[in-house]
């Protein structure tokens, strides 16, 4: 089975190309090094970077995918993408809260990674129905259910990895496949 997913070196190498200091307040960068949540601000975290890590690996991102970034934030699951997928890709993250669009925009800018970008979530609507299908969806917040409206935005063989009533779901097409991963804790995710 983990021969099906990322190799350590790719999902190792975007973390060593994207730091998380960088992606971080200035009064929270000393704690980078922290494998917890840390705030960045208005009820929203930066993910602890082990359950990154294990995202990563079970989205199976591969170069030149469509990539949706549901709840970018700070930017740094955004630029963790854009490494993966490289400039033949596209990764779009969508963040619901002004300023963090504007933060995440600024700490993504500085990575260099033009294909990659952060837009405001549009109110009431779940990820990005203008640009779909996805080829990987990447979810950083927690519905109480599977949001249908995301996994309709994935392509024929597209993967999403989300977090749902605390347990981490892969979901496949086709078919809309699920599987089980673990339990996790994400700040809710609003629409």
């Known amino acids: 089975m983990a021969d099906k997913f990322l190799p350590p070196d790719r999902v190792a190498g975007a973390f060593r190309a994207h730091p998380r200091a960088g992606f971080l307040r200035r009064a929270e960068r000393r704690r980078a090094a922290h494998d917890g949540p840390l705030s960045i601000g208005h ?11 294990a995202m990563l690996r079970l989205l199976d991102v591969r170069p030149g995918q469509r990539v949706l970034d549901v709840g970018a934030g700070s930017g740094w699951t955004t630029a963790l993408l854009a490494h993966l997928v490289g400039p033949a890709g596209r990764v779009l993250g969508v963040e619901l809260e002004p300023e963090l669009v504007r933060f995440g925009q600024k700490n993504l800018a500085a990575t260099r990674q033009p294909w990659a970008r952060i837009i405001e979530a549009r109110p009431g609507v779940l990820g990005d129905d203008r640009e779909a299908p996805y080829d990987r969806i990447l979810v950083s917040a927690e519905p109480a259910r599977l949001p249908t409206e995301l996994v309709a935005q994935l392509s024929d063989e597209g993967v999403m990895v989300i977090p749902v009533a605390g347990t981490m779901l892969r979901v496949t ?19």
């Open 173 to 191: 097409n086709p078919g809309a496949v699920v599987t089980e991963h673990g339990r996790y804790r994400f700040v809710p995710l609003r629409d």
């Open 43 to 53: 009820a929203q975290t930066n993910s602890q970077p082990r359950t990154v890590e």
